[in-house]
Each structure stands twice: as C-alpha cells, then as structure tokens.
C-alpha cells in the first residue's frame, strides 16, 4: 500500500512538473505602439492564425498598445495531453487572457468607422498599412504622415490612430472603391 501511495505521489508530482513546464513555454507579449499581429508573428516565429487563435482575437488587425498576446500557443495543446492538475493550470492561463479580449471587443465597438472591411479587405489593409509604414501610427516621411502614410493635409492636423483609420479608410472608399483594389494598385505600381 505504501509503495502504491509512493507512485501515486511522484505521478502527481512529476505531472505537476509538467503543468508547470507546460504553462511557463506560454510567452506573452505586450504590444507597443506601431505593433501588428503580422509584425509580432514574424518576429517570435509562428503565425498570425495562431496568434488570433490563442487570443481569440475577432479582427487581427485591431490590437491596442498594452495588450497581452500569447505568442506561441504551446500552452494549450501541451496542458490538454496531461492530468486533471494540468487542466486545471490550462484553465487559469485562458482566463488570464480572457480579460484583454473583452476589453478588445469594448474598445474595437468604440473605434470603428462608417467603412465595412471583409475578410479580404482587412488582410488587404493590413497588408498595405505593412507596405506603408511598418503599421506604425507615428511614422513620418516628408509630408506623408502615419500607419498609411496619407498626405499631411488630408489628416487635417490630428494625427491620432482612430482619425488615421477614418481618414485612410475615406480615401481609399472613395479612390479605389476597396482595400483590395488598393493593394492591387500598390502591387502595379508601389503607391497607393
């Protein structure tokens, strides 16, 4: 009985062990200014697909300066192939990133614009937004001012994210019709 109780212990333990491992291979990261799922991605080598699946993002190119992303999703699928105490470690580490989703959805509801973006326009904007700027709000070149480096003049003065997103997704409405008419348009002629 002792010997069974001896085994029964060192399981527990050694799973426990692995519950830990598991979780501490979970890297988050917080975004900075100028940050996209894209850029974030390339750089801790995984992709966005998994990035929106292990934060559960509903638009991969809304992400908010301070946010917490979980980068290399290990977490997850290494936590399911273990015992009820690695359960348990899985389920505190989802509910640690549920709190900076719904507050993504609070302030995605309080920033959108009057534009419909689909699937394809979205990755099409991102794309550009890429293209242009590296997805930095702050990046300057000449007159051609942001994320989407529009002319000075069009952004009136007020630099900020939500009148960049407004203003770009004005333009290009009204230029090229979509954002992936844009982007074919940049493909042609390296401007858009």
Same mark, same amino acid.
């Given at each position: 009985m002792k010997m069974k109780n001896v085994l029964l212990s060192t399981a527990a333990a050694a799973s426990s062990l692995f519950a830990i491992g598991a979780t501490a291979q979970a890297a988050t990261i917080t975004v900075k200014a100028g940050d996209t799922v894209s850029a974030i991605a390339n750089e801790n080598n995984t992709t966005i697909s998994a990035i929106e699946k292990a934060n559960q993002l509903k638009n991969v190119? @809304?992400?908010?300066?301070? #946010?917490? @992303?979980e980068v290399n999703g290990t977490s997850n699928t290494a936590t399911t192939q273990s015992t009820t105490t690695t359960t348990t470690q899985s389920s505190q580490?989802? #509910?640690?990133y549920s709190a900076p989703a719904a507050k993504t959805q609070t302030q995605a509801a309080t920033t959108t614009s009057n534009y419909s973006n689909n699937g394809s326009d979205s990755s099409a904007k991102a794309w550009i937004a890429n293209k242009e700027s590296g997805g930095s709000y702050s990046a300057t070149n000449g007159q051609y001012i942001g994320k989407y480096q529009l002319s000075a003049s069009y952004l009136g003065g007020d630099y900020s994210a939500a009148n960049q997103e407004r203003v770009a997704d004005s333009y290009v409405s009204s230029?090229?019709?979509s954002w992936?008419?844009?982007k074919a348009h940049w493909i042609s002629n390296g401007w858009y």
């Open positions: 190119n @809304l992400i908010f300066v301070g #946010q917490q @992303l580490t989802t #509910q640690s230029r090229y019709g992936s008419a844009a």
